[in-house]
């Protein structure tokens, strides 16, 4: 996936993110931040299941299906392309 866009993001501590292009703002909770995190250094999903399951003491057994709507949530937002 590529992450150009991504990494434009302006993410603060607390999770509001503001996007550059759009102007548009968001906010992530805890989870939502590691996985944007990772994909902003381009980290592959498998490799963020990974991550949030060490970063975290309960994630849940259908993680990767948590992963992928999110990532078709950042595509709707515009911040990602079916290409990648």
Known sequence: MS????????VSESGFV???????TFTLNATGQVILKALQEGQAPDSIVTKL?????????????????????????????NAD
Do not use: C, H, M, W
């Open 53 to 81: 399951r060490v970063e975290f003491d309960q994630v849940p057994a259908r993680i990767e299906d948590d992963i992928q709507d999110f990532l078709r949530t950042l595509q709707e937002y515009g911040l990602t392309s």
């Open 18 to 24: 503001f996007d550059p292009y759009s102007g548009g």
């Open 3 to 10: 992450n150009a866009r991504l990494k434009e993001l302006a």
